[in-house]
C-alpha cells in the first residue's frame, strides 16, 4: 500500500473480467459433404480436396453460450441443414477421377445436429481490459462433442422421386451374408472441430466467422462405403417391388442402365470403407450478450497492482 502513497502516477488498480456472463444467438452459413460420392481429378481423397463447392446447401442454427471467463466459453447449439453428394458433377480428364464418373451415384439428406464445444480466445491474454468488449475483434478455436441424425435418399431415375436408402440395404447391412457390415444408425456421435473469428459491435451485440468440421464415426452419410452385392441379394432379402427399387439405386453405372465393366457385381468396388464420411459449416453468428458482468475494478482492501 506504500508504494500507492509514493507512486501514485503509475499505478492503476486492478480490474476484474467483469463476471460470468451469458449469450444467446443464431447461425447461417453454407454446408458441404466430404465423403464416398462427387470429388475431383485423381484419387478420392478426404477433407478439401474433393469438396464440390456447386453442391453448397444452407445451415441454420441457434445457440446459447455460457462465458465463465473471458478466454473461454461453453456453447450449446442446434442446427438444421442439407448435405448432398453426387458423382455427376466430376469433370472427367481420364484420370482415376472417372471410375468414380462412371459409377454415377449420388445422394442427399437433411440432418439435425446438437453439440456442446468449449471455445478458447487466446488473445484475450494480450488485452489491458478484457471486460472491455466494445469493439475488440478476437480469434477462437472450437472443439466439443456432439450428435446428429441423417437419413440419405438417392434419387431414382426411372420415376424421378427421392427415394429413403437405409431400409433398402444395398450394401448388405444386417444380413447374414455380410457380417461385418453392422446395419448402421440414422443417430451418430460426431466430434465439431472448428476456428472462428468474433467482433463485438457493441458491449451486448456481437458479430463472427466461423468454420467448424464434424469428424464422425460412420461411412455411411451417403449409403456408400464398401462393395456391390449384386442384384441377387435383393431378390432374397426383399418384396419384388422393393427389389426393383434397391436394383436401380444401387447401381446406377452407364447412366443408370447398368452393365459398365466392372460395375454392379457382388465384390466389384462401390466406395472406400476405410475413410468415414465427414461435414463441414461455414457460419456467419449473431450473439446478444444476456448480461452478468459488474464494476471492471475490484472493490477491495487489496494492494492495487502497480504497472511501469
Same mark, same amino acid.
Given at each position: 500500500m506504500l508504494l500507492s502513497i509514493f507512486f501514485p502516477s503509475h499505478i492503476n488498480a486492478q480490474y476484474n473480467d467483469g463476471g460470468p456472463f451469458s449469450e444467446i444467438g443464431i447461425t447461417i452459413g453454407p454446408s458441404n459433404f466430404l465423403g464416398d460420392l462427387g470429388g475431383h481429378l485423381g484419387k478420392g481423397q478426404t477433407f478439401? !480436396? %474433393? #469438396? #464440390?463447392?456447386?453442391?453448397?446447401k444452407l445451415s441454420v442454427g441457434a445457440h446459447y453460450t455460457y462465458y465463465p471467463k473471458d478466454w473461454l466459453g461453453f456453447r450449446l447449439a442446434v442446427n438444421i441443414g442439407k448435405l448432398e453428394g453426387d458423382d455427376n458433377v466430376i469433370s472427367g480428364k481420364g484420370g482415376l477421377e472417372e471410375a468414380r464418373l462412371h459409377r454415377g451415384l449420388n445422394f442427399q439428406s437433411k440432418f439435425f445436429e446438437a453439440f456442446v464445444v468449449g471455445e478458447v480466445f487466446p488473445t484475450v491474454f494480450?488485452? %489491458? %481490459?478484457? $471486460? %472491455? /468488449?466494445?469493439?475488440k475483434l478476437r480469434p477462437y478455436g472450437i472443439v466439443g462433442v456432439g450428435v446428429f441424425h441423417f437419413n440419405p435418399q438417392g434419387l431414382d431415375l426411372a420415376t424421378g422421386q427421392w427415394v429413403d436408402l437405409k431400409p433398402l440395404h444395398l450394401e448388405g447391412q444386417g444380413s447374414a451374408e455380410y457380417p461385418d457390415r453392422k446395419d448402421y444408425s440414422l443417430w451418430q456421435p460426431n466430434i465439431p472441430l472448428g476456428v472462428g473469428l468474433k467482433y463485438w459491435v457493441s458491449e451486448n451485440l456481437s458479430l463472427g /466467422?466461423? &468454420?467448424i468440421y464434424r469428424k464422425t464415426f460412420t461411412d455411411y452419410i451417403d449409403d456408400v462405403s464398401t462393395t456391390y452385392v449384386g442384384n441377387a441379394f435383393y431378390d432374397t432379402h426383399l418384396s419384388p417391388a422393393q427389389? *426393383? &427399387? *434397391? !436394383?436401380?439405386? *444401387?447401381? !446406377? $453405372? #452407364?447412366? =443408370? *442402365? =447398368?452393365g459398365a465393366p466392372a460395375y454392379g457385381q457382388a465384390g466389384d468396388k462401390r466406395g472406400t470403407a476405410a475413410n468415414k464420411d465427414a461435414y463441414y459449416t461455414f457460419g456467419i453468428k449473431l450473439g446478444i450478450r444476456l448480461g452478468g458482468g459488474g464494476d471492471s475494478f475490484r472493490n477491495s482492501t487489496r494492494c492495487p497492482v502497480i504497472r511501469f
Open positions: 478439401l !480436396k %474433393d #469438396n #464440390n463447392f456447386n453442391l453448397t494480450l488485452e %489491458d %481490459d478484457p $471486460s %472491455d /468488449l466494445y469493439h /466467422l466461423e &468454420v427389389a *426393383a &427399387v *434397391a !436394383k436401380r439405386m *444401387a447401381d !446406377k $453405372s #452407364n447412366n =443408370g *442402365a =447398368g
